[in-house]
């Protein structure tokens, strides 16, 4: 494949990626290759080179007889996504405690103090959006300060199957902005600390609160 066909399947991949985050393609759904020339706005030869890929990652399986099928939220899946999630990010946040700067993590804490003290008095649908990016970009950028690209893209396809573990709340909720952004402070109290036991047990917390609510618990 040359640079010019990768180019046209990572944008026919990232555009369907965008679709099924914005709920224009719902879990579970069947779908046909002339279907997702439609919903993505990319060709047909992209979107042939983009199937495996989807289906390598999870995000889509091939149905005898019945097409292109994106991906079921079960509570399988709802138990693998956040077991891996919770796998990735202690050791990532781990090592973050141990070889982040000085100035980065500074920066983090300030970022999340100047957020937490917003939505206490009262969170906005610009607050709220500023915290959920804030929110995602700090865990992208701690996986990703790893440098290690297989973790980063295991990271990131999963991320999107969490996303869509609530396709009804796939962004951060008003009420849950200050909850969130406490259990974040932990997390920051215990990298400024360098402290990796802390630092492990606060991701664990957060995650595994992400994952109560997810189930609704």
Not at 173 to 189: C, K, Q, R, T, Y
Request: aromatic content about 4%; overall charge neutral.
């Amino acid at each position: 494949m040359d640079k010019a066909q990768l180019r046209l399947r990572d944008h026919a991949y990232s555009n369907f990626t965008a679709k099924l985050l914005a709920k224009d393609i719902q879990p579970g759904q069947f779908v046909s290759q002339r279907e997702l020339v439609e919903l993505t706005g990319m060709p047909l030869g992209a979107i042939r080179e983009m199937i495996p890929r989807l289906e390598a990652d999870g995000l889509i399986r091939t149905s005898p007889k019945r097409g292109l099928q994106v991906l079921s939220i079960d509570l399988d899946l709802i138990r693998n996504a956040f077991q891996l999630r919770r796998m990735i990010e202690a050791e990532v946040f781990a090592a973050f405690c141990d070889t982040a700067s000085d100035t980065d993590l500074a920066r983090i804490a300030r970022d999340h103090a100047a957020i937490q003290q917003e939505a206490q008095m009262g969170v906005t649908p610009e607050l709220l959006d500023r915290a959920q990016r804030m929110d995602w970009a700090f865990h992208d950028h701690v996986v990703d300060h790893m440098q290690n690209r297989i973790i980063s893209d295991i990271y990131r396809v999963n991320a999107i199957k969490i996303r869509l573990i609530r396709n009804a709340d796939t962004r951060m909720l008003p009420e849950l902005v200050v909850s969130v952004m406490d259990e974040h402070m932990a997390i920051v109290a215990a990298l400024l600390a360098r402290d990796r036991t802390a630092t492990v047990a606060a991701i664990h917390a957060h995650i595994d609160s992400a994952k109560q609510r997810a189930l609704g618990v």
